[in-house]
């Protein structure tokens, strides 16, 4: 699943991040969300989240819909 749409990505998910310094080469950040940062219900270029560890990137791929206990 994408991350373009806000509604398919809870707190607590396992997903892959762009990070802004790192759109041009595309390398992705696996990590679980802590915030979501995007107030829109989409957004073309990815949800903006803050995951655990505290990076800060756009959703490219949601890997686990299960919400961590």
Do not use: F, W, Y
Not at 7 to 22: A, D, M, Y
């Amino acid at each position: 699943m994408n991350g373009t749409v806000r509604s398919h990505i809870k707190v607590g998910s396992r997903v892959l991040v762009v990070e802004k310094q790192n759109q041009r080469t595309g390398k992705l950040t696996e990590g679980v969300v802590k915030r979501l940062l995007t107030n829109s219900s989409n957004h073309p270029r990815g949800i903006k989240v803050m995951l655990e560890s505290g990076i800060v990137g756009r959703v490219q791929q949601i890997c686990d819909d299960a919400v961590k206990q």
